[in-house]
């Protein structure tokens, strides 16, 4: 069946409010803020898609996208003159453990320096964050990505990771959000602009990544290609990447 062969599926049908449409080479799972858009998760044969996709579109309403690998989006795109596509990017993952990652950070003036080990147990290194811990998140997010799809209060947004300076100040945050029981997801990866350039962007998905894998097949992610410095962090992490795109309403 599609939905076990195709990771795309199988994170979208755990998905909150997830309704899934099937037929015979196909199937479409709407998925109402499904990491920030209200998705259309389709996968199948391009022809049987895009014949299901107007039974879909039919009955959900107009903020709904389908979602998809390039190749099928660009394909059932050509069928349905009412859709355009509206965005490429990677779905990058892993089914392996990432490399454990060792990194530099300073003080807030940058006058020392202290390496930091990939782990928590000594208080120095990537930890899950607790509720109190939110609003620095937050206050971090709007520095450093202000264009995250996960936010401290997000009900799909489980919990936060993060690695903080010597001087306690909140350096680095990455957040399990909209996970599945077989597909981790990582999602509001950041890094404090004076804190860039030391690693620890890598050392956060590392931590967040293997803690996410722990008992699933795969942890996932979505990255735009312009973000060319996430992509090769991921990459040197060990992730693949997967073409997807995301197509709307013309």
Known sequence: ?????DPLI??????????????????????????????????????????????????????????GTEELITEVVARLPELEVSARFAWM?????????????????GETATRIPSSGDDGGGPVWLTE???PAVAELIREAYPDSYAW??????????GIRGTDGELLAVAAEAWSAP?????????TRPSARGRGLGAAI??????E????????????????????????????????VAAARRS
């Open 152 to 161: 401290p209060g997000d009900p799909d947004v489980r919990r936060w990771a």
């Open 212 to 243: 996410l894998l722990d008992g699933r097949e795969r942890v996932a992610l979505l990255v735009d290609y312009g973000n060319t410095a996430a992509v090769a962090t991921y990459t040197r992490l060990g992730f693949t990447m997967r073409r």
């Open 1 to 5: 069946m599609i939905e076990i062969a």
């Open 205 to 210: 998905c590392a931590f967040t990544a293997n």
């Open 93 to 109: 993952e892993t089914t392996v453990p990432v490399k454990r990652v060792e990194t530099t950070a300073r003080v807030k003036h």
């Open 132 to 134: 109190a811990d939110w």
């Open 182 to 190: 077989e597909v981790g997801f990582l999602s509001g990866v950041a």
């Open 10 to 67: 199988r994170w979208a049908l755990h998905a909150r409010g997830a309704c899934r449409w099937e037929r015979s080479g196909a199937v479409v799972v709407a998925c109402p803020e499904l990491a920030h858009w209200d998705r259309l998760v389709t996968s199948g044969e391009p022809a049987a898609v895009a014949d299901l996709l107007r039974v879909v579109l039919a009955e959900t309403g107009e903020t709904f996208r389908p979602f």
